[in-house]
């Protein structure tokens, strides 16, 4: 692959680093932890406990939340606790949380966080199907701070909303959908049959039209140039504060002549968390709902 430019090594490190590699259980037991005391240190584990209907008490890196997650939106009142890499240890200890929780394999050690609360670490994916394991992780959160009620009616929602959307797509053909990020003006991220939203597409009958390699967590940066191969495809392009990095590619000769711009087939859509779990997931229907929904 050619040689990234340093934008689009900042880029990766956000978009894809976040991915945990590992799994680990804390020792606190449900009776034990304060809903109202938990941190979360990615963002994983914020959207399953803004699932199950607890605000945390912090956030690492609220202001990059707002700009690749972007929905659900956290209060002010959220404290935020530094990078998600290296939140400000510190700070923690004097917050005095209940629990923490956070991407396994990502960020401080286990033992460096057990020195300060009692935690959690969460798996984005088994590398197949990462909706289904973010399924079984909320049960996992629920039953750590006794919410097991919450995350049954979360669950039966979910269902239910992603089915009410199914009749949108209902005229659609089988015109495959290429889903993508811009990094820069010469790479993008492109989402694979084994990204978060793959299941989603399946239950609209929505054909993914990336058949190439694949990664752990669902995206793979490839070359623009590549695009070119799309013919007859919806295009759509999830916003995360790029807007520099639009202007410049869409201002390119190689962009203006490929297939699904010159048929008016690309679309920009608002920010969607690619290695989220269930309000991501619904998120990013909504989001195709309003691009692709009623439509032929």
Same mark, same amino acid.
């Given at each position: 692959?050619?040689?990234?430019?340093?934008?689009?090594?900042?880029? !990766? *490190?956000?978009? $894809?680093?976040? &991915?945990? #590699?590992? %799994?680990?259980? /804390?020792?606190?037991?449900?009776? =034990?932890?304060?809903?109202?005391?938990?941190?979360?240190?990615?963002?994983?584990?914020?959207?399953?406990?803004?699932?199950?209907?607890?605000?945390?008490?912090?956030?690492?890196?609220?202001?990059?939340?707002?700009?690749?997650?972007?929905?659900?939106?956290?209060?002010?009142?959220?404290?935020?606790?530094?990078?998600?890499?290296?939140?400000?240890?510190? !700070? *923690?200890?004097? $917050?005095?949380? &209940?629990? #923490?929780? %956070?991407?396994? /394999?990502?960020?401080?050690?286990? =033992?460096?966080?057990?020195?300060?609360?009692?935690?959690?670490?969460?798996?984005?994916?088994?590398?197949?199907?990462?909706?289904?394991?973010?399924?079984?992780?909320?049960?996992?959160?629920?039953?750590?701070?006794?919410?097991?009620?919450?995350?049954?009616?979360?669950?039966?929602?979910?269902?239910?909303?992603?089915?009410?959307?199914?009749?949108?797509?209902?005229?659609?053909?089988?015109?495959?959908?290429?889903?993508?990020?811009?990094?820069?003006?010469?790479?993008?991220?492109?989402?694979?049959?084994?990204?978060?939203?793959?299941?989603?597409?399946?239950?609209?009958?929505?054909?993914?039209?990336?058949?190439?390699?694949?990664?752990?967590?669902?995206?793979?940066?490839?070359?623009?140039?590549?695009?070119?191969?799309?013919?007859?495809?919806?295009?759509?392009?999830?916003?995360?504060?790029?807007?520099?990095?639009?202007?410049?590619?869409?201002?390119?000769?190689?962009?203006?002549?490929?297939?699904?711009?010159?048929?008016?087939?690309?679309?920009?859509?608002?920010?969607?968390?690619?290695?989220?779990?269930?309000?991501?997931?619904?998120?990013?229907?909504?989001?195709?709902?309003?691009?692709?929904?009623?439509?032929?």
């Amino acid at each position: 692959m050619t040689m990234m430019t340093s934008i689009t090594r900042r880029r !990766l *490190l956000s978009a $894809m680093a976040l &991915s945990p #590699l590992m %799994w680990h259980m /804390g020792k606190a037991r449900a009776g =034990t932890v304060d809903p109202q005391r938990i941190v979360a240190l990615e963002w994983l584990p914020v959207e399953f406990l803004l699932a199950l209907g607890v605000m945390p008490y912090g956030v690492a890196d609220v202001q990059n939340y707002n700009l690749w997650v972007n929905d659900p939106s956290l209060p002010d009142s959220v404290i935020d606790v530094g990078l998600r890499t290296e939140p400000n240890l510190e !700070l *923690l200890a004097q $917050m005095k949380p &209940s629990f #923490l929780v %956070w991407s396994a /394999g990502y960020g401080p050690s286990d =033992t460096q966080l057990a020195k300060i609360a009692p935690g959690r670490g969460f798996t984005f994916s088994d590398s197949k199907k990462p909706l289904a394991k973010a399924r079984g992780s909320l049960v996992e959160m629920a039953q750590l701070i006794d919410r097991e009620a919450q995350a049954e009616k979360h669950l039966a929602d979910f269902d239910r909303f992603i089915d009410s959307l199914a009749p949108r797509f209902a005229q659609r053909g089988d015109r495959p959908l290429l889903m993508i990020t811009v990094l820069d003006v010469r790479h993008v991220l492109v989402f694979g049959q084994n990204c978060l939203f793959q299941e989603v597409l399946d239950r609209y009958g929505i054909p993914n039209a990336w058949h190439g390699e694949l990664t752990f967590w669902g995206s793979t940066p490839i070359g623009v140039d590549r695009l070119a191969a799309f013919k007859d495809v919806d295009v759509l392009c999830f916003d995360h504060g790029n807007d520099a990095e639009m202007r410049q590619l869409t201002a390119t000769p190689l962009w203006q002549s490929m297939p699904f711009v010159r048929t008016g087939r690309f679309q920009r859509v608002p920010a969607v968390w690619f290695y989220g779990a269930t309000l991501s997931a619904m998120h990013f229907a909504r989001v195709l709902d309003r691009a692709l929904g009623g439509k032929a």
